[in-house]
């Protein structure tokens, strides 16, 4: 395999260019609060409010940590709403598709989270560091 010559765009806080990378870089995304991301995008009259995905306050539980009772207890002022999961998958898609444009190497763990191959000279002749600011200023 061809080795291609790094390409840098930044430099470290003390303003000094770093030494090219070398070895490998794997990346990994993962999404924190997806399911509430997702409904911010649907509902932008929500963002900034406590959101909680997972059904209504009289249900069994928000998450296998708290019960939803003791989740309206400590939030009463919260938005409940259920999941809308086609929805949560097609956005996933999008956000998978974005890795894929940066590299063929992407080892998806769930709906929001995967693990990317980003070692340079392989797929990018880039710093893993600028690929994975690129990432995250395309993802959010």
């Not at 995008?41 to 939803?68: N, Q, T």
């Not at 000279?121 to 710093?127: C, Q, S, T, V």
């Not at 690929?131 to 993802?139: G, N, Q």
């Amino acid at each position: 395999m061809e080795r291609r010559e790094h390409t840098y765009g930044y430099e470290d806080a003390a303003g000094v260019t770093p030494p090219p990378w070398t070895g490998p870089a794997v990346g990994l995304m993962d999404l924190d609060a997806f399911f509430a991301s997702v409904e911010m995008l649907d509902h932008p009259e929500w963002r900034g409010k406590p959101l909680i995905v997972g059904g209504d306050a009289d249900s069994r539980g928000v998450h296998s940590a708290m019960a939803s009772a003791e989740a309206q207890r400590l939030c009463p002022q919260a938005i409940w709403t259920h999941g809308h999961f086609d929805r949560y998958r097609e956005v996933s898609a999008q956000v998978m598709a974005i890795l894929a444009e940066e590299t063929p190497r992407v080892e998806r763990v769930s709906i929001d989270e995967a693990f990317i191959d980003i070692t340079p000279g392989r797929f990018a002749p880039e710093d893993p560091l600028l690929v994975a600011r690129r990432i995250s200023d395309r993802v959010a």
